[in-house]
């Protein structure tokens, strides 16, 4: 029994001994979030960077941007229309979704909708047997992209709008059409626009978003206010320097033109997470016209880094011509564009560069040095400092052997656990370059002044919600940007 006891006593002051050696094995905890916090289809959402809009009806063969609803389905005829091949300058350009417009507010339908006559079945095209949508869709599926679908609220053809019970019954059964007939739909786009001709009609949103999502497991919905995402305020593809994902929903209205300043920056108190797309298109209208052209490319760069680079998606929009086709011209731009990011982002300056922090969450091997900013995870691994009440913090990177010249810094955050950059500052050898407000997913600083040559780079952070979270950083070099005499 004695010997029992001195066993038992022996084993418990062993387990004892060693048990803080095993706690020491555990990893440290991730820190709480600060929420709100995005849904996973929004993660995924963000992380596409930029999506494609085709606009594409009617209007194409009339030369016009909104159609009366009194065109003749005869005129649609697109002769060779072929989807694979708009969805192919997609996949050039490195762009994983796009949306078609499937109803424009001229009403015609480019499915073979069963709720009405104005559609591709009174059109020449395939002896009006087509259905581009499904054409579209089929493209996009066998190639590795996913699809969106607009569908106009505001239908100046149909007879029933400004009837708000038929027509919303119209509009709620052409998106069950929609989204129970093609498989999945990842992004769903209501436009705000609405006739002037019929103040009565009131939209059933809140009907229209739970019937959306009841058929859609994983789809964003797009509109001024979200649910899933928001408008940014304007179509010409510039976000807020000052850009939250967080908004409060309750101040939101569809077609207020008095919130384009909140949707533009978001809200830091905001208890929605909604973040902002970039409506704009390659070339100055919606739709194709043949006496139009692409933007230039120096225009192109400047709206994704005043989109893409503000911590929003940018949505450029690449109507097909009346061939069904996308002109030369656009995808030789979209071309030279897609060349100039990889040309751009491709070189991170930062990797050959040796990094130090104000401090490093549970110590040195933990795994939130900053050295977590470099690897090719930019949500899931990041620099997290000590919380330490309300010290600075700041990471920097220096150069190990000679000078650095760059003229574009990349910061983004963990965006997983909640957007928190309030303030930040931009350092080099000491002295200020650069300073904002919020980063989120992603921050570009194209530099002002120029390539900076430098040592050492040093990124304050001077407000937060909460500890910042720095998933990744960039020190880039851009060839295309010349800001003198701008
Ligand atoms: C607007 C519409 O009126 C334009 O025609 C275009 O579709 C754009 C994306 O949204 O509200």
Not at 197 to 207: I, T, V, W
Not at 302 to 323: A, D, H, K, Q
Request: proline share 5%; glycine share 10%; hydrophobic share 35%.
């Amino acid at each position: 029994m004695t010997n029992l006891y001195h066993l038992l006593a022996v084993s418990l002051i062993l387990i004892s001994s060693f048990a803080p050696t095993i706690q020491n094995h555990f990893a440290t905890t991730p820190p709480l979030p600060v929420l709100p916090l995005p849904s996973y289809s929004q993660l995924k959402w963000q992380q596409r960077e930029i999506i494609f809009f085709h606009h594409f009806g009617v209007n194409t063969f009339t030369d016009s941007e909104w159609g009366t609803g009194k065109e003749n389905p005869k005129i649609f005829n697109p002769k060779g229309l072929n989807t694979a091949q708009w969805i192919d300058v997609a996949v050039q350009t490195g762009v994983s979704l796009s949306i078609l417009t499937a109803k424009h507010h001229d009403g015609f339908c480019l499915w073979p909708s069963k709720y009405t006559d104005h559609s591709v079945v009174g059109s020449p095209w395939e002896n009006g047997n087509g259905d581009v949508v499904q054409e579209f869709t089929n493209a996009a599926k066998s190639r590795g992209v996913d699809i969106g679908l607009y569908l106009s609220p505001w239908d100046r053809h149909d007879r029933r709008y400004g009837d708000s019970l038929a027509y919303n019954e119209y509009y709620m059964a052409q998106l069950q059409e929609l989204l129970n007939k093609y498989g999945s739909v990842n992004e769903i786009w209501f436009d705000g626009a609405k006739g002037s001709n019929a103040p009565n009609m009131s939209y059933l949103f809140n009907d229209w978003f739970q019937m959306v999502a009841e058929l859609q497991g994983t789809i964003n919905i797009f509109s001024d206010a979200g649910p899933g995402v928001r408008w940014v305020g304007n179509e010409n593809g510039f976000a807020g320097t000052t850009c939250w994902s967080t908004i409060n929903r309750t101040s939101l209205s569809i077609g207020n033109g008095s919130i384009v300043n909140y949707l533009n920056t978001g809200d830091p108190r905001g208890t929605d997470w909604l973040p902002a797309e970039c409506d704009v298109s390659v070339r100055p209208g919606w739709f194709w016209h043949k006496s139009e052209s692409p933007k230039k490319l120096s225009d192109l760069l400047e709206i994704y880094y005043n989109s893409v680079g503000r911590n929003c998606v940018l949505l450029l929009n690449v109507p097909p011509n009346t061939t069904g086709l996308i002109s030369a011209n656009d995808i030789q731009r979209l071309k030279e564009f897609k060349s100039a990011i990889d040309t751009i982002f491709s070189k991170n300056l930062a990797e050959s560069c040796s990094l130090t922090a104000s401090s490093i969450r549970g110590g040195k091997n933990s795994g939130f040095g900053p050295e977590a900013m470099l690897d090719k995870d930019h949500l899931w691994t990041y620099w997290a400092p000590k919380d330490n009440g309300n010290e600075e913090h700041w990471i920097e990177i220096t150069a190990t052997n000679g000078e650095l010249r760059f003229n574009v810094v990349r910061i983004q955050e963990a965006i997983g656990l909640g957007q928190r950059i309030k303030k930040h500052e931009i350092y080099v050898d000491g002295k200020r370059i650069a300073k904002g407000t919020t980063v989120g997913y992603k921050k570009l600083h194209r530099l002002e002044n120029g390539v900076i040559k430098g040592r050492s780079v040093r990124i304050r952070v001077l407000g937060s919600r909460g500890i910042p979270l720095i998933s990744s950083f960039g020190l880039h070099f851009d060839p295309f940007w010349h800001p003198i005499g701008r």
